[in-house]
């Protein structure tokens, strides 16, 4: 191995073969050397520039080892101590948090003197079998949707600005063209919204969606959240019910965005005069927090399937526009929580939208 370092004809070679090799000092845990395939699969791939400075452990500190049954943490493969149990088994790399596809790879240590069993381990070899090119498309593709996303939403909000101003002076001269301003930021909310449902969507994908719990009194954080979506229908009746102050570690941005879209949803699949109710309730372990309705109802054929990115089922899509994007956020983001989320619904009678949240802190991602 010592040879192989000082030889740059060797490093060459391996830098024509399309699987991922990192050598790794064991003492250090730092890679002594990648070749080009390493180099790209950790740039595009881990989103990470291997350095001199780089350990195997923080390059794939998102990332697990999967041996048969079991699972070990990249420190336990680099272990020379633990190295008999992986020596001859198939191994995969994945994400830890998460279904992302696991990789094959090998591992195999080598002692300081080759000629001398004896000796000790010193230098690691992990090689990765290379990406597919259809994952590396697909997360082409994702970052170009995050990226468009955000490049539209900039010239949406210079026009909204532009509509407020239109609509405060319509409203000022009393005409009755005023509804034409206010048409137009209906139409952009719309758009945004879409774009936001996109971008999040991309960073699903990109497995870069955060949470960032923190303690939350959610009696007061749901009430709030009602009483503002009621300020913007007053025709709506809204009960909401609540067994008193309950505490659970929330994102309370991104759980904000659940429940808004579920209540939103139950505003836009029924009659202005049907009522939704919003219920709190928790026990020792879980906060059990339920939407209902008395709209028209989900065909039980296609409830298996309303969780699925840009699914909408026939009836839905006559009734209000939108990209099918909603409920797969609303269920990446209560996961995320640790939690669950299920609906119950039959036709013409209304849905209710159950979510459970453990009441235990939850990890930030």
Known sequence: MKRFLSTTVYKDILNTVSDCIFIIDLKTQKVIFANGAANEFSEQILGKKITGRSTVKNLFSEYCVFHEEDRYSIDELLNKDSFGKFDTATRFLARSQTNHPKIRLRYQLFHEDETDKNSEYVYGVLSIRRIHRTELLRKNTQLFIKTIGHELKQP???????????????????????????????????????????????????????????????????????????????????????????????????????????????????????????????????????????????DPEEIPYIFEPYFRSAKMKKKARGLGLGLALVKEIVEQHNGTIHVESELEKGSTFTIRLPRKKATSQ
Not at 203 to 219: A, M
């Open 156 to 298: 949406l909000g210079l026009i909204k600005a532009y509509t407020y101003y239109l609509e405060r002076h319509f409203s000022k001269n009393a005409s009755s063209a005023d509804k034409y301003p206010k048409s137009i930021n209906n139409q952009i909310n719309i758009v945004v919204q879409m774009l936001n449902d996109i971008i999040d969507n991309s960073k699903i994908s990109l497995q870069s969606l955060k949470i960032q719990p923190q303690e939350t009194e959610v009696e007061e954080f749901v009430r709030s959240l009602v009483e503002d979506l009621q300020s913007a229908d007053h025709h709506r009746q809204f009960h909401f019910s609540s067994q008193g102050k309950v505490q659970c570690a929330l994102d309370r941005a991104r759980m904000s965005q659940v429940i808004t879209n579920l209540i939103l949803n139950s505003m836009k699949y029924s009659e202005e005069s049907a009522p939704i109710t919003v219920t709190l309730s928790a026990s020792r372990k879980w906060v059990t927090l339920s939407i209902q309705d008395e709209g028209v109802g989900i």
